[in-house]
Nanobody, 122 residues
C-alpha cells in the first residue's frame, strides 16, 4: 500500500513560521507530483502549492510571497516552509501525491495524507 505521513502542524502566533513535512512510502514505482492543499472551516479545499519531480512549482496567489515548497526525491518527501503566517492561514493542510505503484506501474493514482491542523492566532 501507499502511505503519506505528515508532520509539523501546530499552533503559532501571527507572523510566526512552521515547516510541514510529508513522506510517501510503500509500493511506489514513480512519483510525478506532490503538493499541499488546505481547507478552512466553512470553505472549500484549495490548492496551496505543488512541485513536480523535475522541480517545477506552482503556488496559490495568497501564499506565493510567504510559502516555499521543496522536495527530496530520494526520500519521496515534500516540505512546505510557511513564513509570515496570518490568521487566515488557519486550516487543515493535506499532503497530496500523484504516483504509480509497483503492482500497477502504468496507472497513475491520487493519494492523500490524513491532514494536519495549522492554527494561527492574532
Amino acid at each position: 500500500q501507499v502511505q503519506l505521513v505528515e508532520s509539523g502542524g501546530g499552533s503559532v502566533q501571527a507572523g510566526g513560521s512552521l515547516r510541514l513535512s510529508c513522506a510517501a512510502s510503500g509500493n511506489i514505482f514513480s512519483i510525478y507530483t506532490m503538493g499541499w492543499y488546505r481547507q478552512a472551516p466553512g470553505k472549500q479545499r484549495e490548492l496551496v502549492a505543488t512541485i513536480t519531480s523535475a522541480g517545477s512549482t506552482t503556488y496559490a496567489d495568497s501564499v506565493k510571497d510567504r510559502f516555499t515548497i521543496s522536495s527530496d526525491n530520494a526520500k519521496n518527501t515534500v516540505y512546505l516552509e510557511m513564513n509570515g503566517l496570518k490568521p487566515e492561514d488557519t486550516a487543515v493542510y493535506y499532503c497530496n501525491a500523484r504516483l504509480n505503484t509497483r503492482s500497477v506501474p502504468y496507472k497513475i493514482g491520487d493519494y492523500w495524507g490524513q491532514g494536519t491542523q495549522v492554527i494561527v492566532s492574532s
